[in-house]
């Protein structure tokens, strides 16, 4: 099915999955097609699907896994992973929400211009399938962000209050967010959050989630991506994660053996910072 | 096990946002934006997100019911159907067929509406065909085909960040068209100026570069006023109006009178801030102008479009990218529903059928003599079941016990007919009134093509299988034909339907199902190699010149008086959609919203005790409601607002329904009323 001038990462994707497939380890495949123009999850189950495999389009795919898995608890699920896949995926199985014996990844590596338009510093999984790693990655920081940083207290607040009025509380940012799935969502309760407002209550709403998601993000921007009025959401998130790694040298979504340090218990005293952190 | 996802177009509002629908072995199981789709962009706002959520309410119409004695009963299809075909055969043999009236749908597909259509004009012989587009845009369709000769969305939606100046007026964007307000705020980014000209201080005003804030019912005061101050200080553009337009000298006549102070006596807007904002329009490279109700439904609703068209003519704002009039159509498929004729006065395509030519044409395609006479709109169908001259009514996917004005008129008029068909998928207060009920399929459950406000045909696509004993709507017309012996809507399926409809039709001719299968196209769109066409009227309009209509600015039909000091003027919220038969019925919105409140302001609270959450009794000459208060400046002071989507506290209870002279919009903006302190029983 490939011509000579299929790319590479597109042959050696779809050979991963076409593997994954005939071993029959699996029920299917979980990850993108292309037809025409659009690029959409899907759940490849044979040869024959796989030419329409797509290397490129990004969905936040782990939070579909998750509910298929939820669904299907004897299945095991071949899933095309990128970088922020993988990580989700570790931060769930170790949220104990999905089975990770259960997963058969696909390695994708994102391509240099992939990794650009995410700001990813880590743009490929710990193995790779398909595609070349292209390394760690460093950006300089967001101007903006630079510029918030650099104001006062209070206006560093007018900042934040100005750009979350935009929201119109499509929950996107949640519902696009695979590690944003709580059974019971504070955002919805009305002792949190004001019900039928919007924009919603600042800073209830944004605080909520942020602080929900500190330990947790793995930068993958799938929220700002779904936010129809432009809050810079992925930004938002990484100012946490920082902070985060500073107080604790915590990042999540590396291992899955590595415990997030919020969690405790109070036999074990006050959560243990890095020297330089507090 | 299966995973699906289901390409399909957002059922609410006209942003034509595309998503997937998610299915987990054949079950619907969720709502995903397209990444890839023009309008969505891999976002969609909360009533997208919960898209899925009504299809397979509880609620769901399962069985045809028709009335046994002063109840529904659930029925067959065989039963329901014969007693619907023969009693509207006798209704027709009887009074003859413009004693009975249809009504339309926006909510269903280009398809339904074309087959519905056909019914009402071949099978029973009547131009008596309207639907809800004659409550929100009949302005609009009037007033631009008038002055540019084409009644749509000049511009794209995407083509929305082109713009280096946004005038936003009567649309509360960011609540009723999340997608436009996404594209107003990514302008704004841009550094385009924002202008949001609204008697109420919604959410966008406070991303506006200038607010303005006139009187409720005075918006050809403050056009007129802008354009005053643009001929005044030679802001126009004399070679678009030269090349473009005719009529330009009794234009320039007509708004000499409306001087800034003047302006500011009938509107409230200071003359500063109107020089401020026509200085930023005119003189912007690519202004745009959006604009929904609240310039539309007022009894000088075409009277506001036409004053626009001339705002924009006369600064050569129009036919650009970026730049254009852009109504922003407020159900799904309102624009198409239009575009497929169900209206009383034109075929599919805006052709007229009082055109001998025109209506010629369908007459041989469809092998029978057709109506020559325009039919009634809305209102005046209702008033006709009222003094009894319309005896039947068909009513597909439309509500009016919640959405036409002054609900108590309609509700006797509705009760008179010897015969109301309603079709729908939810019961509601006009199904209940029926004499027969068909259960109809939702969007998730059928195939065929929505019109976004853009002019974007796309396709939805069939998910599940019909909920219950559910039929799409145009199989049931196709099966009412078959019994009343009509052959001609025997249609094999949504495809052969479009086929027909855009071999009649010359802004479709080009659209065919293969091309819109992961694509969408814009009317006009002539063949096969047509493009479809982003930004009209661009080389020239579409009747050729633009022509300046002058307009003069009249009161609102009703105003306050000692009696009923306070206005009233009604609206949609984000968390619902229109009469809520869909969004009251997905949790996820339900649980954001579940009852009505009436805005008031402060200081009128202040005056009258009233405080949050206090239940106040509304009351106009019409009706009454009662309904919990909740304080906001976002209504200035002397004015209240009720949301129309709630059945137990229906703003249209109270609203005027006099009439728009031209395109007959009832007056849903502004009438008067009193608002009392409901004071509770104390119980010992």
């Keep these: ?278 | 096990m299966d995973y699906e996802t289901v390409m399909s177009v957002c059922p609410y509002c006209g942003c034509g946002c595309g998503l997937y629908l998610e299915l987990i072995d054949g079950h619907l199981a969720g709502t995903m934006p397209s990444c890839t789709h023009p309008i969505s962009r891999g976002a969609l706002c909360i009533k997208g997100w919960s898209a899925h959520e009504f299809v397979e309410s509880e609620d769901r119409l399962r069985k045809p019911l028709w009335k046994r004695g002063a109840n529904l009963e659930s029925t067959d299809w065989d039963t329901a159907l014969y007693f619907a075909a023969e009693r509207l055969k006798y209704i027709a043999d009887n009074y003859g067929p413009d004693s009975i009236g249809f009504l339309s749908s926006a909510k269903c597909t280009n398809e339904e509406n074309y087959a519905f259509m056909k019914f009402a004009r071949s099978v029973v012989g009547t131009n008596h065909i309207d639907h809800c587009a004659r409550l929100c845009h009949a302005p609009t369709v009037a007033a631009l085909a008038r002055s540019f000769g084409s009644g749509a969305m000049t511009n794209s939606v995407p083509d929305i960040e082109q713009s280096s100046c946004i005038l936003v007026t009567g649309s509360n964007t960011s609540e009723n068209h999340p997608m436009v307000a996404a594209r107003v705020l990514a302008a704004r980014e841009n550094g385009a100026y924002v202008v949001v000209v609204d008697p109420r201080r919604i959410h966008l005003a406070e991303y506006a570069d200038l607010f303005v804030q006139p009187r409720l019912g005075t918006d050809v005061a403050w056009i007129n006023g802008m354009m005053n101050i643009i001929i005044e200080e030679g802001w126009h553009d004399n070679d678009f109006i030269i090349r473009r337009t005719e009529q330009f000298e009794e234009l320039k006549a007509c708004v000499a009178t409306y001087t800034p102070d003047v302006v500011r006596d009938v509107t409230g807007v200071e003359p500063g801030l109107l020089r401020l904002a026509a200085r930023m329009y005119a003189l912007s490279s690519n202004s745009a102008i959006l604009y929904t109700m609240g310039i539309t439904e007022h009894t000088t609703g075409t009277d506001n479009v036409l004053a626009l068209a001339n705002l924009a003519m006369l600064t050569g704002q129009v036919g650009k990218p970026g730049s254009g009039i852009n109504p922003l159509r407020g159900q799904n498929n309102v624009q198409g529903a239009c575009d497929m004729g169900a209206l009383p006065d034109v075929l599919t395509g805006y052709q007229k059928v009082d055109d001998d030519e025109a209506r010629g044409k369908f007459e041989e395609a469809w092998g029978t003599a057709l109506p020559r006479e325009p039919g009634l709109t809305v209102v005046e169908l209702i008033d006709a079941a009222a003094s009894g001259s319309i005896k039947a009514l068909y009513i597909m996917g439309e509500n009016p016990m919640l959405s036409d004005p002054d609900i108590n008129h309609v509700r006797e008029a509705l009760s008179s007919l010897e015969l109301l068909v309603v079709q729908d998928i939810f019961m509601n207060p006009t199904a209940e009134l029926a004499t027969v009920v068909f259960p109809a399929c939702s969007f998730a459950e059928k195939e065929g093509t929505f019109t976004s406000t853009d002019r974007r045909v796309q396709k939805i696509r069939k998910a599940i299988e019909p909920v219950g004993d559910s039929k799409p709507d145009w199989e049931i017309i196709k099966l009412l034909a078959q019994i009343m012996g009509s052959p001609g809507l025997d249609f094999a399926g949504p495809e052969e339907i479009f086929d027909e409809m855009a071999s009649l039709t010359p802004t479709y001719a080009g659209i065919n199902y293969s091309r819109l299968e992961r694509s969408s196209l814009q009317w006009p769109c002539r063949d096969e190699k047509d493009p479809g066409t982003p930004i009209l009227h661009r080389e020239s309009f579409t009747r050729g010149r633009g022509v300046f209509v002058p307009v003069e600015w009249r009161p609102p039909a009703e105003v306050v008086d000692e009696e009923y000091p306070l206005y009233l003027t009604t609206g949609r919220v984000h968390f619902h959609y229109h009469t809520g038969t869909m969004s009251r019925r997905s949790p996820t919105l339900n649980r954001e919203m579940s009852s009505a409140a009436v805005d008031v302001n402060p200081e009128d609270a202040e005056d009258l005790d009233v405080e949050e959450n206090d239940l106040v009794k509304v009351s106009s000459r019409r009706g009454e409601v009662k309904i919990r208060a909740r304080l906001t400046r976002m209504v200035p002071p002397g004015t209240v607002f009720i949301p129309f989507n709630f059945q137990e506290s229906a703003a249209n209870a109270l609203t005027n329904p006099a009439r728009d002279p031209v395109s007959k919009i009832p007056e849903f903006k502004v009438c008067a009323v009193r608002m009392e302190k409901v004071t509770p029983r104390v119980v010992r």
């Excluded at chain 1, 790779?128 to 903006?144: F, S, W």
């Excluded at chain 1, 918030?148 to 519902?175: H, Q």
């Excluded at chain 1, 985060?244 to 218990?265: H, N, Q, R």
Aim: glycine content about 8%; some cysteine; charged content about 30%.
């Design chain 1, 1 to 278: 099915m490939d011509s000579p001038k299929t790319p590479v990462r597109k042959r050696e994707l779809r050979d991963s999955a076409g593997l994954l497939i005939g071993s029959g380890q699996v029920a299917g495949v979980l990850g993108l097609r292309r037809i025409s123009d659009h690029v959409e999850p899907y759940f490849f189950r044979t040869m024959e699907e796989l030419e329409n495999l797509s290397v490129n389009g990004k969905y936040p795919i782990a939070g579909v896994a998750r509910r298929l898995m939820v669904r299907w608890p004897d299945e095991a699920l071949g899933i095309v992973a990128r970088g922020c896949d993988e990580r989700h995926l570790i931060e769930l199985v170790k949220k104990g929400s999905i089975a990770g014996d259960r997963l058969r990844l696909i390695g994708l590596a994102c391509t240099r211009e992939e990794a650009d338009e995410c700001r990813c510093e880590r743009p490929f999984p710990t193995r790779v399938n398909a595609g070349e790693r292209i390394g760690l990655c460093e950006y300089p920081p967001d101007a903006e962000m630079e510029m918030m940083l650099d104001m006062e207290i209070w206006d560093r607040r007018r900042y934040w209050t100005d750009v979350f009025s935009r929201c119109i509380k499509c929950y996107g940012c949640r519902n696009s967010c695979p590690l944003c799935n709580c059974d019971d969502c504070r955002l919805e309760e009305s002792r949190w959050v004001r019900v039928g407002e919007i924009p919603p209550e600042f800073p209830s709403f944004h605080l909520i989630r942020a602080f929900h998601l500190a330990d947790k993000c793995v930068g993958c921007g799938a929220c700002e991506r779904a936010c129809p009025m432009g809050i810079p959401l992925r930004e938002f998130h990484r100012l946490i994660r920082e902070e985060v790694k500073s107080l604790f040298d915590y990042e999540a979504g590396l291992t899955i053996d590595e415990k997030s340090p919020l969690i405790t218990d109070f036999e074990q005293g006050p959560m243990k910072v890095t020297p330089d952190g507090l």
